[in-house]
């Protein structure tokens, strides 16, 4: 019994953590049509952030939730100006840019800190249930991931700004034939998307260790819950998290981590090729 | 209230418009008739900036357009309601007039309340999604997103496309209506004769870019004009 608790736990905090490593990087899909290959390392750019912030004495969850969105949502306005803009519309271009910007960081973060695993130690401690510990920061986890996903959501359903985006991304031709410029859509999408990615690296830093290389850690399974999901990017964010975040833990758990990811990829394929433009191609299409 | 002085355009290296120079006064509705692939709708795209011109201006209430997007263009004062009306489908009724509100920083509650008094038969719609809709009542939505935004001069193409007939006549109503009251300018792009012959005090022929007459409105009532436009006209067979 205790056992089946602790297993259930921990396949809800996969799910949480793929539904956290995914949102950045399913906004700027789905808003944009645009696949950043530098989701990853914007991850990255978070986690250190949140590392050298609580190294330099600063207060932990500042350093966790606060700072990673906002530097990264920076670097994220200058990637938009100085690559995005010039690439819109063409995809395989936009993913090939972005992979070499994920390279050219990687190479950076490298030459400035070395190739060394830094972290924090996870806050909260853990409690215990039966004859296991589990890390209260896992739950926290969690609930963050509610908290993200409940926010994007009301902004895009509320907020003036979240409208104006919706439209825009259903027929941005009529948009600025009403008034809105795309482009400035567009540059706001990008950055609160790269603001999502580096809250994101700043909430894993404490689970999973910050390194230069982190991000190809998570770019792949990012990459494969987005396109898993489809078109509607928190519906179809939170079903493919729930689905492959399922899958991996248990085969986790059954096997080795190795089993793990290739479940989720076979299942991800299978998935693909019975539904071919994602989850919510099929179902829920209307949904956000 | 807007000029548009020799406008050239078109698609690709492909011209469309030749030269087409017109004005339309505050109020007044000027209606644009000709065959398909005559350049109709690209005069109105051109004009919203959606398709830059080559050559030419568009001046709206004095302010030259020339270097304008189109979204500052629609910030200028320029409504568009496009063919296919292009309601946003996923979009509900309410947040499509929100929408042109928005897009244009005006207050949408505002916006809401004045686009239902003017077409109460939104008013049961709200809650659905665009793309739910049947034509006549997205012609109608797409009609009250452009008001939204408080436009000087409204831009029609083909608004009665596929459109059963009494609400077709309800539009000449609605439109003559704003007309009055709003002070808009309207220009009218149609091939329903009774459409524009309801709505437009003068008719320009457009044909292969260029305008190639205007018609007063004792012209555009005179039963021959139904003859020349559908039958014999001056080109019945198009490339386009």
């Not at chain 1, 939730?65 to 010039?86: D, K, N």
């Not at chain 2, 509650?109 to 009542?137: N, Q, V």
């Amino acid at each position: 019994m205790d056992y089946a608790a602790v297993v259930a736990l921990q396949i809800l905090s996969g799910v949480a953590t793929l539904v956290i490593v995914s949102l950045g990087l399913a906004v700027v899909f789905g808003m944009m049509r645009v696949i950043n290959l530098a989701h990853g390392e914007f991850l990255m750019l978070g986690g250190y952030t949140a590392v050298l912030a609580y190294g330099r004495g600063v207060n932990l969850w500042i350093a966790l939730l606060i700072l990673p969105p906002v530097v990264v949502g920076i670097v994220g306005v200058v990637v938009e100006r100085l690559l995005i803009r010039r690439l819109y519309g063409r995809m395989v271009d936009t993913m090939l840019a972005t992979w070499g910007l994920s390279l050219a960081l990687i190479g950076g973060v490298t030459m400035l800190f070395g190739n060394s695993v830094t972290g924090v130690s996870a806050p909260l401690g853990s409690f215990i249930i039966g004859r296991f510990h589990v890390s209260v920061y896992d739950l926290f986890l969690m609930l963050a991931a509610v908290v993200l996903s409940v926010a994007v959501w009301a902004v895009l359903k509320f907020t003036p700004a979240g409208l104006l985006a919706r439209g825009t991304m259903q027929n941005a031709e009529m948009a600025s034939a009403l008034g809105v410029a795309p482009d400035r859509v567009y540059a706001v999408t990008f950055a609160a998307g790269a603001a999502l990615s580096g809250l994101a690296g700043g909430l894993i830093a404490p689970i999973s260790g910050v390194v230069p290389t982190m991000g190809t850690a998570y770019i792949a399974k990012a990459f494969i819950t987005v396109i898993t999901g489809g078109a509607a990017m928190l519906t179809g964010t939170l079903t493919a998290s729930g689905l492959l975040g399922t899958v991996l833990t248990s085969f986790t758990f059954l096997t080795t981590p190795v089993f793990g990811e290739v479940a989720l990829l076979i299942v991800a394929i299978v998935l693909l090729r019975l539904l071919p433009r994602g989850i919510t191609g099929r179902f829920l299409r209307r949904a956000l | 209230m807007i000029a548009v002085d020799d406008l050239v355009s078109g698609y690709g290296r492909i011209g469309v418009l030749d030269g087409i120079s017109l004005t339309v006064a505050s109020g007044e509705c000027v209606g644009i008739l000709g065959h398909n692939g005559m350049g109709k709708s690209t005069l109105l795209r051109t004009i919203t900036g959606l398709i830059p011109a080559w050559r030419g201006h568009v001046t709206l209430d004095g302010a030259k357009l020339d270097r304008m997007a189109s979204h500052q263009r629609a910030r200028a004062g320029i409504g568009y309601v496009p063919q296919g009306r292009q309601i946003f489908p996923g979009l509900s009724v309410r947040e499509n007039l929100h929408f042109g509100a928005l897009a244009k920083k005006l207050p949408r509650d505002a916006a809401e309340a004045e686009a239902l008094e003017e077409f109460p038969e939104l008013k049961r719609l709200l809650d659905r999604p665009g793309g739910a809709l049947s034509g006549g009542e997205q012609q109608l939505l797409a009609l009250a997103r452009a008001l939204t935004g408080q436009p000087k001069l409204l831009l029609l193409d083909e608004p009665t496309e596929g459109i059963q007939p009494s609400i077709v006549q309800a539009m000449i109503e609605r439109i003559g209506d704003l007309r009055r009251r709003r002070g808009i300018a309207v220009l009218l792009v149609e091939q329903n004769l009774d459409f524009i012959r309801g709505l437009a005090d003068r008719v320009l022929m457009i044909h292969r870019g260029r305008i190639l007459r205007e018609l007063d409105r004792a012209a555009i009532a005179d039963p021959s004009l139904e003859q020349e436009f559908i039958g014999a006209g001056p080109q019945t067979t198009t490339s386009h």
